[in-house]
């Protein structure tokens, strides 16, 4: 079976710093997808890629860049951290870019200072 | 745009009794989307439960069922007697063709406590 690593579990950062998110895949899989969970907001979806080099905005994704330079790998990038901001950053992949079924890492948590 | 709604934030429940967990949605796609259950156990990632992709039909794993209700738009989830390892937080999603390949919108989660 595939995993998939994000690094690193915990961040602190503080107000107006640049934080980036990574996120590996040893499934070989076509799709990957950044989501953020929010206390009672579910998961909402920030950026997606279909392949490598491909980025697709999602709901949330003002305030973010993404990166896909290889296959296996993820990044997300948060461009200017809010104070009092915590969340936790979801990687996941797909086989396909029909979403049947998302695979996804243990989770990135975030804190800005 | 899609939406799921998961009513209930936190759910209790004895052991041995049962259990249902309503999910609604709303898709923009011109077809059916396909609908999924998520869930995440205590210090685990999350996980797909269970998946159903035609109208109609009930998917079903780990003593869960769900049943896809395009009439009603509703995939509740139920089981007719929980166990306390069912403690966990259960996501309804769907995924639907968006401008570039498909993407998997999710509810708000209910979370699942089981009594002994």
């Known amino acids: 079976g595939g995993i998939i690593t994000q690094t690193p579990k915990f961040l602190i950062g503080q107000e107006g710093q640049k934080l980036t998110l990574k996120c590996q895949q040893n499934?070989?899989?076509?799709?990957m997808y950044w989501y953020r969970q929010d206390s009672g907001k579910g998961l909402r979806l920030i950026y997606y890629?279909?392949?490598?080099?491909?980025?697709q905005k999602g709901d949330l994704s003002e305030g973010y860049d993404a990166s896909r330079e290889k296959k296996s790998s993820f990044s997300l990038t948060v461009t200017s951290a809010q104070k009092n901001e915590m969340a936790v950053f979801l990687c996941a992949s797909s086989m396909g870019a029909s979403a049947e079924t998302l695979y996804f890492g243990s989770g990135t948590r975030l804190t800005v200072l | 745009g899609d939406s799921v709604t998961q009513t209930e934030g936190q759910v209790t429940v004895s052991e041995s009794k049962s259990l249902i967990i309503n999910c609604t949605y709303s898709?923009?796609?011109?077809?059916?989307?396909?609908l999924f259950w998520y869930v995440r156990y205590p210090g685990e990632g999350l996980q797909l439960l269970l998946k159903v992709i035609t109208a109609g039909q009930k998917g079903s794993s780990r003593g869960f069922e769900a049943t896809y209700n395009k009439e009603a738009t509703s995939f509740h989830l139920q089981k007719a007697s929980v166990q306390e390892s069912d403690s966990a937080v259960y996501y309804c999603?769907?995924?639907?063709?968006?401008?570039?390949?498909?993407?998997?919108?999710f509810g708000t989660g209910t979370s699942l406590l089981v009594d002994p």
């Open positions: 890629s279909i392949t490598e080099n491909d980025l």
């Open positions: 898709a923009t796609s011109i077809g059916y989307p396909n």
């Open positions: 499934f070989n899989h076509d799709t």
């Open positions: 999603a769907l995924s639907d063709r968006g401008n570039m390949g498909y993407k998997l919108t």
